[in-house]
């Protein structure tokens, strides 16, 4: 099994580099409608509210708002937005304040119990694809590599709308509906979070058209904001996006050197388990429609000092069997009979590697990892904090690349344009959760052999045996790339790993069990 490593896992992304609808119109004409593209539509809304040069003059901006429960004042609200994507949101009620915010790296909240929680998965792409939105204002979308389609005609309080749904490779998808008739935003639906948002009664602010009323709905019912004033460009900082700091002081320095040092040990009793390897593959159009999907099962033997033996279990729900899977188990037992007789060479050729890396280390006078001292340098840390993570405590912290910083290597350049978050387990010293997306393109050649583009991104965990050893869980990662001058794609890849059974690492240990025949036809 090919180990896990951090921060190895950041360079996985540059390893993976080489791998119509229509409704009847709602004012009662029986020919169908043919739908505008969402560029168009997106057009239309720039230039109602206000034109596109306009607009993208805007790096940030301040919202002041009363909310009403019931046509009964409840709290304020104060929202920050900062060009390309960050935004923040502080609802005050009379019971305390919900704060919630994303950068590029991170989205998180803080409720009214206190506590801090970094979102993850499905939860954090759709908050940060929505701020992204809500901070480009719909502007260049395409170069934060934002998907856009319209999926149909619908309508909100009996006007139409085209509704066009904004996605990215991530999975994240939000719904915006675009009046027909003046071409502004009347709503956004966002069915990860389950939320509903309205926007009314549009009046110029500066030239700009802003919606004076926004409904939408919290746990406590349907609250109503009333805009009461808005600033642009007064210079809203940039760390006002990131989460708040533990008040203690955590060294994340020294535990990223602890985690290098832990990993190693570690490493040497990952082949004690065999396991169950689940990869889906996707390719995605341009619109972000799932074009194609393969879905393997793989059986793994990790053999120590050799990459694993994966032995081919099902193929898109379908299990192998007949003349197929005999021919897998007899190459898989092939394998690992030549596994057993290399086994000697195998252990001797790992110590010369370990030795000779110890030696280029001490050569370059570095005490930690190459990996580990590749990612100090180039990344700076912001917010170590405390939170629960699957029940367990962790040390949370975003990073990004290190102002100044100026890369020697590819390896440093890749490492350089990164954004994202760990979660460490402190006392284990493991890495629980890491999420890692491009912030800029990066390109092989000057572009001429590859172009990866932004917003390419890795998530992975790992969980904790009972025996204390800590096993990659699952891992993602979405791709926009172009290979040579010849175009490129879009690519997502998903892989879990399950039903971890642990063996002493022996080849001899593993049984294979006997392929499944055909069954005859009657």
């Not at 985690?259 to 169950?276: C, I, M, P, T, W």
Request: glycine residues 6%.
């Amino acid at each position: 099994m090919n180990r896990l490593r951090f921060p190895q896992l950041l360079a996985t992304i540059a390893l993976f580099i080489s791998v119509a609808c229509s409704y009847e119109s709602a004012l009662g004409q029986t020919a169908s409608r043919k739908l505008p593209s969402a560029e168009k539509v997106i057009d239309n809304y720039l230039k109602a509210v206000g034109g596109k040069k306009a607009t993208a003059a805007i790096r940030d901006s301040t919202y002041d708002f009363t909310i009403y429960l019931n046509d009964q004042q409840f709290g304020t609200a104060l929202v920050h937005t900062k060009a390309p994507g960050s935004e923040r949101w502080e609802m005050t009620f009379g019971n305390g304040q919900i704060i919630s915010a994303t950068n590029s790296g991170s989205a998180w909240e803080r409720g009214l119990n206190g506590q801090l929680r970094t979102l993850t998965g499905g939860e954090a792409a759709a908050a940060k694809l929505r701020g992204l939105l809500n901070a480009s204002r719909l502007v260049n979308i395409k170069k934060s590599n934002v998907l856009a389609r319209v999926i149909s005609l619908g309508d909100v309080a009996s006007e139409p709308a085209y509704i066009v749904e904004f996605s990215t490779r991530s999975g994240a998808r939000l719904q915006y509906y675009f009046s027909v008739k003046t071409g502004l935003i009347t709503k956004i639906t966002d069915d990860v979070r389950k939320s509903r948002i309205l926007f009314d009664d549009y009046k110029r602010n500066k030239g700009i058209l802003e919606p004076q009323k926004i409904r939408m709905n919290l746990d406590q019912g349907e609250i109503v904001l009333h805009l009461q004033s808005v600033s642009y460009d007064t210079g809203v900082a940039a760390r006002i996006f990131d989460p708040p700091p533990a008040t203690e002081t955590l060294d994340v320095v020294s535990l990223l050197r602890e985690v290098g040092k832990n990993q190693d040990a570690l490493e040497q009793r990952v082949s004690e388990y065999a396991f169950r390897q689940k990869e889906t593959d996707r390719t995605i159009d341009s619109k972000g429609v799932v074009k194609k999907e393969t879905v393997k099962v793989y059986e793994v033997f990790p053999i120590p000092n050799r990459e694993a033996v994966l032995k081919l279990v099902s193929e898109n729900g379908v299990e192998l069997s007949g003349e197929r899977a005999a021919k897998e188990e007899k190459r898989v037992i092939e394998e690992l009979e030549k596994a057993e007789r290399e086994r000697e060479k195998d252990r001797l050729e790992a110590e010369r590697k370990k030795a000779e890396q110890a030696k280029k280390q001490a050569a370059n006078k570095e005490e930690d990892d190459p990996d580990i001292s590749q990612f100090l340098r180039a990344c700076e840390f912001v917010s170590p904090r405390r939170e629960q993570f699957n029940g367990r405590d962790a040390i949370v912290f975003d990073f990004r690349p290190r102002p100044g910083f100026h890369p020697s290597n590819r390896s440093e350049s890749l490492i350089a344009k990164l954004v994202g978050v760990v979660w460490i387990d402190p006392v284990d010293k493991q890495v629980m959760r890491l999420e890692a997306r491009l912030a800029e393109g990066f390109k092989i050649a000057g572009g001429l052999l590859v172009s990866l583009r932004p917003g390419a991104a890795l998530a992975m965990e790992q969980t904790r045996m009972i025996e204390g050893v800590w096993l990659p869980r699952f891992a993602q990662v979405n791709l926009s790339v172009k290979v040579l001058l010849f175009g490129g794609g879009d690519f997502n890849k998903t892989i879990e790993w399950t039903d971890y059974r642990h063996f002493s690492g022996d080849v001899n240990d593993y049984k294979l069990d006997s392929p499944k025949t055909e069954e005859k036809k009657p």
